[in-house]
């Protein structure tokens, strides 16, 4: 057995015979622009790791958090091994990736498959067909993927330049969160009570939380650059619940693609990115040589609800600037001095001793401006500025149209251990009234393909049972109670489909990054207040509206979004914050298949999971 070693992952190249091995010589004479099958083995297992002072076992991808990135090419297939020496049941999405025909690589547990036990494996395989841009993969079981993530970064065809002058470098920044508790503990405590989960006790840059936590300033990840150089930062934000700013000290961001779908360039110094959302950008290092802080923290938009007031940082480290080591590491630290700097609030130790790393020697980095953790407006902005980099086709006229409420709930419940929601209740969410419920002894995908029965329904309600003033503050006790179920929403295929997704003020507005499988979407507009089809018509951008896998829905506000149905198969949407996922804001499109071969759901493989029937 052949090993080549891509970065931090290792590719096996399995050669059984000459003529597999002389398939493999080949390969390296064949012209650049042939494409390759990628093959990677991902072992899910418990691996300690010391955060916050505090050593604790987490679930991670091969003993890396986070877990390893895969790179591949526009063109490429890939197989993805994943073995699970866990103690957790598990399944592995590949988030934004189309999967034409093929849900079942999907992932997500009991909607495309039945789970990977432990001790069990399934081997993912796909293709990449015309996505290009940065990605992620994660696990979507439970609270996985709080550190079982990983980026996924997609190059255009060998040979296809990017539509921007070519970075000097490139450099992955996965945005996360951390629990000083086991996340599966945190989620289990929330399903037994009834009250939303804990929030999280610190915001991770590529698994560290940075020079403002305890415990953390040594390992602080270091991104380096050279003076006069171009950096693509590939921006990933894997955060379980937290919606975050990001920013650059003394430097503008110029960005160039959101959800591996490329934009109409425009600069900023701040960055908005909800959990599921990717964005690209091209930083120049033309300021003064030194060190600047990367910072991210909590972009906050309901009221009175708990969130992550950490703010983490990482370091954006000039080569032979002032101060700075010749060589730049990418995430160890040093010792700290004696002076302190005030940061948003939190205090962290400057850096004016030398011991330990080198890469930590040197003057305190200069600190970054971010809004408040309520600055809606600027939120706004940045989300608008987003558009595609020249006019599109988009689809019309629509043929089915869905109009659903997402937003929170609460189920009666008498007062005690297992009612300690708001109010004694317990704490839910829903679409169109409908709170979400997975099925567990078979996969939805299954369950179509194979015409079980009793596994679900197909009318979730194209409308909200209730028409009412969805955002106001005071909404009628009576609507809170969502009803629970298992419904999907039925579309042809080829269908031009519009989904208007209406925040809701019951118990509190919130913006929620909402999330389709197996599709890119445009979004043809958002605003605030309750969505009038007559009065916000004007709004929709029809010339170069952008392309999105996840939308973020303004708080109090609503979003709508179009797509062509040629996708078959079962498909989840759901919010990305997996505080409300788990609540139930979710529902699938089931989408028929169509009368040609290559307009219908593939055979299932045949190492698909078993069920427990």
């Keep these: 057995m052949a090993t080549a070693t891509r970065g931090p992952m290792t590719v096996r190249l399995c050669c059984f015979s000459a003529a597999a091995a002389a398939l493999f010589l080949l390969s390296f004479l064949l012209p650049p622009a042939v494409a390759e099958e990628r093959f990677y083995e991902f072992v899910v297992q418990e691996t300690l790791v010391k955060r916050l002072c505090k050593t604790q076992k987490i679930i991670t991808v091969n003993g890396q958090f986070p877990g390893p990135t895969i790179e591949v090419y526009d063109g490429d297939t890939v197989a993805v091994k994943a073995v699970n020496m866990a103690r957790y049941n598990v399944t592995l999405h590949w988030h934004g990736l189309r999967q034409l025909r093929n849900g079942w690589a999907d992932g997500p547990e009991f909607v495309t498959q039945c789970p990977i036990r432990p001790g069990g494996s399934y081997t993912y395989r796909f293709a990449i067909q015309g996505q290009e841009g940065t990605l992620w993969w994660h696990a979507h079981s439970s609270w996985l993927r709080a550190t079982v993530h990983g980026a996924l970064i997609i190059h255009p065809r060998r040979g296809v330049p990017y539509p921007f002058p070519k970075p000097h470098s490139e450099f992955p920044v996965i945005l996360a969160e951390w629990w000083r508790r086991d996340p599966i503990a945190v989620l289990r405590q929330s399903m037994i009570t009834g009250a939303p989960p804990n929030v999280s006790d610190a915001i991770l840059i590529n698994g560290q939380p940075g020079d403002f936590l305890e415990c953390s300033a040594q390992e602080t990840s270091i991104i380096p650059v050279v003076a006069g150089e171009t950096t693509l930062l590939r921006l990933i934000n894997a955060a379980m619940n937290t919606e975050l700013f990001v920013s650059l000290a003394g430097h503008k961001m110029t960005v160039v693609a959101a959800d591996a779908m490329y934009t109409k360039p425009f600069e900023t110094t701040v960055l908005l990115l909800g959990p599921g959302q990717t964005t690209d950008v091209l930083v120049t290092a033309h300021a003064a040589p030194g060190r600047y802080y990367l910072a991210a923290r909590a972009y906050a938009s309901a009221r009175g609800v708990p969130f992550d007031n950490t703010t983490a940082t990482a370091i954006f480290q000039y080569k032979g600037g002032a101060g700075c080591p010749t060589t730049a590491g990418t995430g160890a630290g040093a010792g700290a001095g004696a002076g302190a700097n005030t940061f948003n609030g939190q205090v962290g130790r400057s850096r004016s001793s030398s011991g330990g790393h080198p890469g930590r020697a040197g003057p305190a980095p200069m600190l970054p ?175 170069d509206p952008p392309s999105r896998n996840t939308i973020g829905v303004p708080v109090g506000g609503w979003a709508v979004v179009r797509f062509v149905a040629d996708n078959p198969g079962v498909w989840l949407v759901h919010c990305h914050i997996d505080a409300h996922l788990t609540g139930g804001l979710a529902m699938a499109l089931l989408v028929e298949d169509g009368e040609a071969e290559l307009e219908a759901t593939m055979a299932p493989p045949l190492d698909l999971p078993l069920c427990v029937l």
């Design 369 to 543: 401006f971010l809004p408040a953790f309520n600055d809606t407006n600027t939120a706004t902005a940045f989300s608008n500025s987003i558009r595609s980099p020249a006019p599109v086709k988009v689809p019309g006229p629509v043929t089915q149209e869905v109009f659903t409420t997402v937003g929170f709930g609460l189920f009666n419940c008498m007062p005690g251990p297992f009612c300690q929601g708001p109010n004694n209740t317990r704490f839910g969410a829903s679409m169109n009234n409908v709170s979400f419920q997975l099925p567990n002894t078979v996969s939805l995908l299954q369950a179509h393909y194979h015409h079980i029965p009793g596994v679900f329904t197909d009318d979730f309600p194209p409308l909200p049972p209730v028409f009412f003033d969805f955002t106001s503050q005071n909404v009628p006790r009576a609507l809170w109670q969502p009803v629970k179920g298992t419904k999907l929403y039925r579309v042809k295929y080829g269908a031009v489909v519009q989904i208007v997704f209406q925040d809701t003020g019951i118990f509190a507005a919130e913006e929620h990054p909402m999330h389709i499988h197996g599709y890119h979407f445009y979004v043809l507009a958002t605003g605030f207040g309750n969505y009038d089809p007559v009065r916000d018509a004007h709004k929709f951008n029809l010339v």
